[in-house]
């Protein structure tokens, strides 16, 4: 009896190993079809934004 539930916790712990993997996967590709689509710009712009607003300056830096 104590081999079969050993290896039902094991597939138990590969089913949510798997189901992370999966999940994740599943976020990067969305991140990275997103990220090819343009929000590149945005996310410098939100960095020129926040640099400029915490230390009053720019240091430079030109808004593409």
């Known amino acids: 009896m104590n081999w079969w539930l050993e290896q039902a916790l094991g597939i ?30 945005y996310l410098r712009r939100h960095a020129y934004e926040y640099v400029r607003w915490m230390f009053g300056t720019d240091f430079g830096w030109v808004r593409g």
């Not at 190993?17 to 991140?31: M, R, Y």
């Not at 079809?33 to 590149?40: E, F, I, R, V, W």
């Open 12 to 41: 138990l712990i590969l089913v949510v190993v798997l189901t992370a993997v999966v999940w994740e996967v599943t976020h990067l590709i969305e991140w990275h079809s997103l990220m090819a689509d343009g929000p590149a710009e």
